[in-house]
T-cell receptor, first 112, second 109 residues
Framework: NAGVTQTPKFQVLKTGQSMTLQCAQD?????MSWYRQDPGMGLRLIHY???????DQGEVPNGYNVSRSTTEDFPLRLLSAAPSQTSVYFC???????????FGQGTRLTVV | DAKTTQPPSMDCAEGRAANLPCNHS???????VYWYRQIHSQGPQYIIH???NNETNEMASLIITEDRKSSTLILPHATLRDTAVYYC??????????FGAGTTVTVRA
């Protein structure tokens, strides 16, 4: 049981490039979400999904796209990377709304 | 969502209990209180949550005041490995967790 797995762990992008951050969970959780964490700050919600085929925007969705074709996977796409998207990205899953969330170990993204 | 107020930092001695306060004066009836911690910029780790009653698990105890406007997380015997940022989160009956700045707890030998 691997929990929540994020890949890659580190990534450097040039401004304007696109890429996909991968997130997979093997716990059959319906709810998955993406957060970003800037230095010295708490996590901010980017997008979330309450089940396959259902996604919605969080607090800071601009510049990011998501889709949820399976229960297990919830990729985050950066359409055209900008230096302001330099951050640590965390994926999380939880089985229900009033239960604990499980977080991945993060992807550290630098946009130059 | 109700907002929370936590002290920015606190120290505690190894082996002693650590009491972490959180104010959430605008909490509404269907909102749970969650505590998470983050060690060395790793992914946040769930500690405990509750609605009205006090809760205890193998990691910590959560004490919620009767009016639910504040709560205290108690780490009964702090160790150096408990040094982390602790987040108090109030969340309604949906899936979203809103993280503030948290309390940086430093456990000293």
């Amino acid at each position: 049981n691997a929990g929540v797995t994020q890949t890659p762990k580190f990534q450097v992008l040039k401004t304007g490039q696109s890429m996909t951050l991968q997130c997979a969970q093997d716990m059959n959780h319906e709810y998955m979400s993406w957060y970003r964490q800037d230095p010295g700050m708490g996590l901010r919600l980017i997008h979330y999904s309450v089940g396959a085929g259902i996604t919605d925007q969080g607090e800071v969705p601009n510049g990011y796209n998501v889709s949820r074709s399976t229960t297990e996977d919830f990729p985050l796409r950066l359409l055209s990377a900008a230096p302001s998207q330099t951050s640590v990205y965390f994926c999380a899953s939880r089985p229900d709304w009033n239960t604990e969330a499980f977080f991945g170990q993060g992807t550290r993204l630098t946009v130059v | 969502d109700a907002k929370t107020t936590q002290p920015p930092s606190m120290d505690c001695a190894e082996g002693r209990a650590a009491n972490l306060p959180c104010n959430h004066s605008t909490i509404s009836g269907n909102e749970y209180v969650y505590w998470y911690r983050q060690i060395h910029s790793q992914g946040p780790q769930y500690i405990i949550h509750g609605l009205k009653n006090n809760e205890t698990n193998e990691m910590a105890s959560l004490i919620i005041t009767e009016d639910r406007k504040s709560s205290t997380l108690i780490l009964p015997h702090a160790t150096l490995r408990d040094t982390a940022v602790y987040y108090c989160i109030v969340s309604p009956n949906d899936y979203k967790l809103s993280f503030g700045a948290g309390t940086t707890v430093t456990v000293r030998a």
